[in-house]
C-alpha cells in the first residue's frame, strides 16, 4: 500500500537545540519502520534558510519526499516574494502557514497576496488549524476557501468535528488527519464529506507516527477508502505517480 504522510517536519541541524534535534536520517528510518513511502516535508517558518534546507533534502531524497514551503505571514511582500522563489526557483509543492506562531489571522485580508500566488503556480495552501483558536478556526480556513475556490486548502489536524460543516461548503477544502482527536472523529468526516478529500498526516518524527497510523488503520470504512486517505489523495493532490497498487 502506498503511504503518504502529509504533515513531517524537520529542522535544519542548527536549529537543533532550540527545537525537535531529529536528523534527517531519523526520519527515513522511521518512514522506513512503519512503511511510509513519501513524505511533505516541511520546517518551521520562523527560521532563516528554511525552505533552501527542504529543497536539499528533496533533492537529495527525491523518492522519499516532497518538499512544502514555510513563510511566515508577517514578512509582507518580502514573503509573497519568498513564496514564489520557492514554487519557481525551488520547485516546493505545497506552502505551510502556522498563523498561530506569527499571531496573525487566516481570515485577514494580507493573507491574499499570498493566495494569489499559490494561485498562480496551482499549489496546495496549508494551515495548521485549531478550533479553539478564533485566529485560525475551520471557519476561517473556510472564508479563505470560499474567496479562492480554485485553490486547494489543506486543513492541518483538520479531521474533526468542528471541521465537517466548512468540509460540506467547500469543495476545494482537505483535511488532514495530524493530531485529529479520536478516531472516531476521522470517521465521522469521511461520513460526512466521503474519503476523497481526507488525507493522512502524522505531524510527527518519531514514534508519533505509529499512532497516526494507527488512528486510521482502526477505522471502521472499506479497504479501499483507507488506501485513499493513507496515499492516493495525497498523491492526486501533490502530484506523485503512484506505481504499484
Ligand atoms: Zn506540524
Redesign the pocket.
Known amino acids: 500500500m502506498f503511504i503518504f504522510d502529509a ?1 513531517l ?1 524537520c529542522i535544519p541541524p542548527q536549529y537543533h537545540h532550540v527545537f525537535m534535534p531529529f536528523s534527517v536520517i531519523t526520519l527515513i528510518k522511521n518512514m522506513d519502520k512503519y512503511n511510509v513511502n513519501m513524505a511533505l516535508l ?1 520546517t518551521m517558518p520562523h527560521f532563516s534558510g528554511v525552505n533552501d534546507y527542504v529543497a536539499e533534502l528533496v533533492k537529495k531524497y527525491p523518492d522519499r519526499f516532497l518538499g512544502c514551503a514555510m513563510v511566515n505571514p508577517r514578512t509582507d511582500e518580502e514573503g509573497v516574494m519568498e513564496l514564489e522563489r520557492c514554487f519557481k526557483e525551488l520547485n516546493l509543492k505545497a506552502v505551510k502557514m ?1 498563523t498561530t506562531l506569527a499571531d496573525f489571522p487566516i481570515n485577514s485580508e494580507a493573507m491574499h497576496p499570498f493566495m494569489e500566488v499559490t494561485r498562480k503556480y496551482k499549489k496546495p495552501f496549508a494551515f ?1 488549524v485549531d478550533p479553539w483558536d478564533p485566529r485560525c478556526n475551520p471557519f476561517t480556513a473556510g472564508e479563505l476557501a470560499d474567496s479562492f475556490p480554485d485553490v486547494t486548502i489543506i486543513m ?2 483538520g479531521a474533526r468535528l468542528e471541521s465537517i460543516s466548512v468540509a460540506k461548503k467547500h469543495d476545494n477544502v482537505i483535511l488532514e488527519t ?1 493530531e485529529s482527536p479520536q478516531s472516531h472523529e476521522i470517521e465521522k468526516c469521511v461520513k460526512a464529506i466521503g474519503p476523497e478529500r481526507i488525507i493522512y498526516g502524522s ?1 510527527g518524527f518519531g514514534e508519533f507516527i505509529e499512532i497516526a497510523l494507527a488512528k486510521i488503520n482502526v477505522l471502521k470504512i472499506p479497504e479501499e477508502e483507507k488506501k485513499l486517505i493513507l496515499g492516493l489523495n495525497s498523491a492526486r493532490i501533490f502530484g506523485v505517480e503512484v506505481r504499484e497498487e
Request: aromatic fraction near 0%; charge should be negative; include cysteine.
Open positions: 504533515h517536519h516541511m502556522l495548521h492541518c489536524h495530524a505531524d
